[in-house]
């Protein structure tokens, strides 16, 4: 079974510009959750969506943002890039229900310059 | 607020000695623990979680409530056993949707 799959896996952006990343589940997965993880802060929580409609939130700015499709597929945006926003960003899937498990793709590096 | 602290940023071990990575934890509830560990160019992946009190690849990890701690031990290392390994929690018992991490403790098994 494909796992997670996060597109593209390196990227590169400006300042100011925006950028939008990927992330497929898990076939039959309906729950996606983003981490940000830096050497300074380490992983952190970002949003989670299933079906369609973001249900928790981190501390992030609303710079992040993010959606998922019908298909559970989810995508995470970030406008104005600053330089602190060069990270490796992780999605992780899972079941919805009791004694779920996340897995987590190969993750996207994010370099803003 | 909740949160994971894992002490040690580095850890080195020689192989076959017994290794514990520390983790404690802050949370007004009663949280659900895990370990989770990332292998060199590898996914992180979930290792072990406190509701299955299973030993996976020979490593345990008890949840000291008092203590509010969750170690992972293993009583002989070995070399395959180098990454980085996280602690993390989360709030709502039985969903991994929404962790908390610790920084993280890489571990290095010496021949």
């Known amino acids: 079974k494909a796992g997670v799959t996060q597109t593209p896996r390196y990227l590169i952006k400006t300042r100011g510009q925006q950028v939008t990343l990927s992330c497929s589940p898990i076939s039959g997965h309906r729950s996606v959750s983003w981490y940000q993880q830096t050497p300074g802060q380490g992983l952190q929580f970002l949003f989670e969506y299933f079906s369609e409609t973001q249900r928790n939130k981190g501390n992030f700015p609303g710079r992040f943002s993010g959606r998922q499709f019908s298909n559970s597929r989810s995508e995470m945006n970030v406008s104005t890039l600053e330089l602190g926003d060069s990270a490796l960003y992780l999605c992780a899937s899972s079941f919805i229900g009791m004694n779920t498990e996340a897995f987590f793709g190969q993750g996207t590096r994010l370099t803003v310059v | 607020a909740q949160r994971v602290t894992q002490p040690e940023k580095l850890l080195s071990v020689f192989k076959g000695a017994p290794v514990e990575l520390k983790c404690n934890y802050s949370?007004?509830?009663?949280?659900?623990l895990f370990w989770y560990v990332q292998y060199s160019r590898q996914r992180l992946q979930l290792l072990l979680r406190h509701i299955s009190r299973e030993s996976i690849k020979g490593f345990t990890a008890d949840l000291n409530k008092g203590e509010t701690s969750f170690h992972l031990k293993k009583p002989f290392a070995q070399e395959e056993d180098s990454a980085m390994y996280y602690c993390a929690l989360v709030g709502t018992p039985g969903s991994a949707r929404q962790l908390t991490f610790g920084s993280g403790t890489q571990l290095t098994v010496l021949p």
């Open positions: 949370y007004s509830g009663s949280p659900e």
